[in-house]
């Protein structure tokens, strides 16, 4: 079949001296199936009412986070609601770049503690001193991790008059809102 397609390439089709390609082999012909009732259409599945919000972050993330996430400072309404000005949002950009890179390596740390736990407690046989002392791993990871992020929560506070503390508490207590749709020629707002 190779062969008789490479001259068919050469001399191409219906020219004199082409070799003819070898018929190829017939197919098997499927059974007839028997004649089947149509199935009705599924009916829609009832709109399910919306999940309370929870949120699992830890209590210091919980109560110094904004209702905007990622660098919310430079969400053109928050900035406007809570009247930031351009050296209040300096500081908390350079209070982010500070602790961004030992976040990132405490994240890193935590998840592969995580890794290695996982194994040890799908095992058929679990050896309950490793699962133990893994377990103590992970949650010193996860310590670490919180009190870093606190402490960048924390600079980014005292960045914050009293005023806008305030403000940015009673939106976080009125709880999340729903995505604002973007303006065309709007800039996007930066996210972490």
């Known amino acids: 079949m190779v062969t008789g397609a490479l001259a068919v390439a050469q001399f191409g089709p219906g020219q004199p001296g082409a070799p003819m390609p070898p018929p190829a082999p017939a197919m098997a012909q499927p059974a007839p ?3 089947q009732a149509p199935t ?3 009916a829609p599945e009832p709109p399910q009412p919306p999940q309370p919000f929870r949120d699992h972050r830890p209590p210091m993330e919980q109560a110094l986070r904004a209702p905007a996430p990622g660098r919310w400072w430079h969400d053109p309404p928050m900035v406007q609601s809570l009247a930031l000005t351009s050296d209040q949002q300096k500081k908390m950009d350079d209070i982010f770049q500070q602790h961004r890179l030992k976040l990132i390596d ?3 740390t935590l998840q592969r503690e995580e890794a290695i736990m996982e194994p040890l407690v799908d095992a058929e046989q679990p050896d309950e001193p490793k699962i133990l002392a893994q377990i ?7 310590a670490e991790l919180e009190k870093a992020n606190a402490r960048m929560l924390l600079g980014i506070r005292r960045t914050l ?4 503390w305030k403000k940015l508490h009673d939106q976080e207590m009125q709880g ?6 973007r303006q065309p020629g709007q800039p996007q707002p930066k996210r972490f």
Request: hydrophobic share 35%; glycine share 0%.
């Open 33 to 35: 199936r028997a004649p």
């Open 40 to 42: 009705p259409p599924a």
């Open 106 to 108: 405490l994240t890193a």
């Open 136 to 142: 103590d791993k992970v949650a010193q990871a996860r």
């Open 161 to 164: 008059t009293q005023d806008q």
């Open 176 to 181: 999340p809102k729903p995505a604002r749709a």
